[in-house]
């Protein structure tokens, strides 16, 4: 392959961020014939859908299923992987005060757990909501009131959803609720678990769409999709640069000429490129611009907020721990948000049989206390939990590790997309070799799906000069074509209109 520092050459692409979208770019690109160089600070690759080992067994950083709507992100995985990928039938439930509820909840099931005296409070809830409904509700609590009743609420939508965002679920906007449980109340909800499928109605169907009864998964972990695929740009001539962190990325002229990387040992390298594919978080970008950009971007930029999460992954000393890959914890008397049961995705996930390994997700901010808690103090806080919720005795957890994930998931306040608007306007005009894609790149909360589809199409604008814009590909996988001769470029197609849907707080 040409050096991709020599003066002779022509096209060479940079990617920034060995995860799905950052490789899906490369990988594209390399179908097309161009040299890629990737860019990971990370001593492995994967991003947030990398698989950690330790003590025999294999952790994902959450847990991550392999099921997409595109035939061709489908195709894809089976390239890579073949039959190292296999289908997995999916158990996923609510874990709510010692009982464990069907998640989608199917009413059924969740009365006869509740039990007579709790069901009849509940219904009883929901006739007084019935009666007595807010009037143009505009939080998440009182529009999932009006619906359910409030104590279906408190049980089913209220922890878990403060315990992810972060945000009282007062505070959180109406019209997010109105999209994230489109079309569904509680008559609908009793109808369709006594009804025959054909008499059923939308509900049902928009929960089928979106919880999937089955997806794929890699035989050792999420992880070992990219790690394949870096192999593979590896073995075809292409660089992926672990250990190495960009600490800038030079510009003159209009257009990014190279970015700026620090090894592990504290030495740095200047890397050219002619194109450069971004998948860092925004803020971090624009920050990393040199020299700097004008204040209002910078601004732009700091304004904009991420979720963070800690994931403590425990070796517990029992075959059987519960039966589903993973579930919800929404019991409020405990941190923690969702626990995943790795070996029930696939049983190469432990080398011993008679282990389980657990990653115990707690969301936060870095601001937050639990972020700078030591990690003994995370191991023991993961292990008092499990025993309160009755998951093991505190004998079989064996050991834990701790790993924290800055920056997981993209907060959308109420002004995050004018923010994200005057950024991205900016840099099409002032570098237009410089191409965001990924979760943190475009700031929108993608599924991993979604964001290998962001970096493929950008690859192909890069090596064919196509026009297809990464930022209108949408949450059910419906991506858009090229954009028509005369419609106006650039359009946003991001947050609540195309994106996944994520909750944002109540315009003041």
């Given at each position: 392959?040409?050096?991709?520092?020599?003066?002779?050459?022509?096209?060479?692409?940079?990617?920034?961020?060995?995860?799905?979208?950052?490789?899906?770019?490369?990988?594209?690109?390399?179908?097309?014939?161009?040299?890629?160089?990737?860019?990971?600070?990370?001593?492995?690759?994967?991003?947030?859908?990398?698989?950690?080992?330790?003590?025999?067994?294999?952790?994902?950083?959450?847990?991550?299923?392999?099921?997409?709507?595109?035939?061709?992100?489908?195709a894809l995985w089976t390239e890579i992987?073949?039959?190292?990928?296999?289908?997995?039938?999916?158990?996923?439930?609510?874990?709510?005060?010692?009982?464990?509820?069907?998640?989608?909840?199917?009413?059924?099931?969740?009365?006869?757990?509740?039990?007579?005296?709790?069901?009849?409070?509940?219904?009883?809830?929901?006739?007084?909501?019935?009666?007595?409904?807010?009037?143009?509700?505009?939080?998440?609590?009182?529009?999932?009131?009006?619906?359910?009743?409030?104590?279906?609420?408190?049980?089913?939508?209220?922890?878990?959803?403060?315990?992810?965002?972060?945000?009282?679920?007062?505070?959180?906007?109406?019209?997010?609720?109105?999209?994230?449980?489109?079309?569904?109340?509680?008559?609908?909800?009793?109808?369709?678990?006594?009804?025959?499928?054909?008499?059923?109605?939308?509900?049902?169907?928009?929960?089928?769409?979106?919880?999937?009864?089955?997806?794929?998964?890699?035989?050792?972990?999420?992880?070992?999709?990219?790690?394949?695929?870096?192999?593979?740009?590896?073995?075809?001539?292409?660089?992926?640069?672990?250990?190495?962190?960009?600490?800038?990325?030079?510009?003159?002229?209009?257009?990014?000429?190279?970015?700026?990387?620090?090894?592990?040992?504290?030495?740095?390298?200047?890397?050219?490129?002619?194109?450069?594919?971004?998948?860092?978080?925004?803020?971090?970008?624009?920050?990393?611009?040199?020299?700097?950009?004008?204040?209002?971007?910078?601004?732009?930029?700091?304004?904009?907020?991420?979720?963070?999460?800690?994931?403590?992954?425990?070796?517990?000393?029992?075959?059987?721990?519960?039966?589903?890959?993973?579930?919800?914890?929404?019991?409020?008397?405990?941190?923690?948000?969702?626990?995943?049961?790795?070996?029930?995705?696939?049983?190469?996930?432990?080398?011993?049989?008679?282990?389980?390994?657990?990653?115990?997700?707690?969301?936060?901010?870095?601001?937050?206390?639990?972020?700078?808690?030591?990690?003994?103090?995370?191991?023991?806080?993961?292990?008092?939990?499990?025993?309160?919720?009755?998951?093991?005795?505190?004998?079989?957890?064996?050991?834990?590790?701790?790993?924290?994930?800055?920056?997981?998931?993209?907060?959308?306040?109420?002004?995050?997309?004018?923010?994200?608007?005057?950024?991205?306007?900016?840099?099409?005009?002032?570098l237009p070799n410089l191409w965001l894609?990924?979760?943190?790149?475009?700031?929108?909360?993608?599924?991993?799906?979604?964001?290998?589809?962001?970096?493929?199409?950008?690859?192909?604008?890069?090596?064919?000069?196509?026009?297809?814009?990464?930022?209108?590909?949408?949450?059910?996988?419906?991506?858009?074509?090229?954009?028509?001769?005369?419609?106006?470029?650039?359009?946003?197609?991001?947050?609540?209109?195309?994106?996944?849907?994520?909750?944002?707080?109540?315009?003041?």
């Open positions: 392959m040409t050096d991709p520092n020599s003066a002779g050459s022509s096209q060479h692409v940079v990617v920034i961020g060995a995860g799905p979208a950052g490789l899906s770019a490369a990988h594209e690109l390399s179908r097309h014939r161009t040299l890629v160089t990737v860019m990971e600070q990370e001593g492995q690759v994967g991003g947030i859908a990398r698989t950690l080992e330790f003590m025999g067994c294999r952790f994902d950083v959450g847990p991550h299923r392999f099921f997409s709507e595109s035939p061709e992100i489908e992987l073949g039959h190292e990928i296999r289908p997995v039938s999916r158990l996923t439930r609510i874990l709510y005060r010692g009982k464990f509820f069907d998640y989608p909840i199917r009413t059924s099931n969740a009365f006869l757990t509740l039990g007579p005296v709790e069901t009849a409070r509940c219904l009883a809830s929901y006739a007084r909501a019935r009666l007595r409904p807010v009037e143009s509700p505009t939080s998440f609590e009182n529009w999932a009131s009006n619906q359910f009743g409030h104590r279906l609420f408190e049980m089913f939508f209220k922890t878990y959803t403060e315990k992810v965002w972060g945000i009282s679920t007062g505070e959180l906007s109406a019209d997010w609720a109105g999209q994230r449980i489109r079309g569904l109340n509680l008559v609908e909800v009793i109808g369709n678990a006594v009804l025959p499928s054909g008499l059923r109605g939308r509900g049902e169907r928009t929960i089928a769409k979106t919880l999937a009864g089955s997806f794929h998964y890699p035989r050792r972990g999420a992880g070992q999709m990219w790690e394949a695929m870096a192999s593979r740009l590896t073995a075809a001539g292409h660089s992926v640069r672990l250990g190495e962190e960009v600490v800038a990325l030079r510009h003159a002229g209009g257009r990014v000429l190279s970015v700026v990387v620090r090894d592990r040992r504290g030495g740095t390298l200047d890397v050219l490129g002619s194109e450069f594919i971004n998948t860092m978080p925004v803020r971090e970008l624009i920050a990393k611009l040199h020299p700097a950009v004008p204040s209002m971007i910078r601004s732009a930029a700091e304004a904009l907020g991420y979720r963070d999460v800690i994931t403590v992954n425990v070796v517990v000393d029992r075959a059987r721990v519960f039966p589903d890959q993973w579930i919800y914890v929404h019991d409020p008397g405990v941190k923690v948000a969702r626990i995943s049961n790795f070996k029930n995705l696939s049983r190469d996930m432990v080398s011993d049989s008679g282990l389980s390994g657990l990653g115990m997700e707690y969301f936060c901010f870095e601001t937050d206390g639990l972020w700078h808690m030591s990690d003994a103090e995370l191991l023991d806080l993961a292990r008092r939990e499990l025993v309160a919720l009755g998951i093991c005795r505190p004998d079989e957890v064996k050991a834990g590790t701790v790993h924290r994930q800055p920056n997981a998931y993209p907060v959308y306040d109420a002004n995050y997309l004018d923010h994200l608007a005057l950024i991205r306007e900016w840099l099409a005009r002032a894609l990924g979760r943190n790149g475009v700031h929108q909360y993608n599924n991993q799906d979604h964001s290998m589809m962001t970096g493929i199409l950008v690859a192909r604008n890069i090596a064919t000069g196509s026009r297809y814009d990464p930022w209108l590909i949408n949450s059910d996988a419906e991506y858009q074509e090229e954009e028509r001769a005369g419609e106006a470029p650039g359009r946003l197609g991001i947050g609540r209109e195309s994106g996944r849907s994520v909750p944002h707080r109540i315009a003041s």
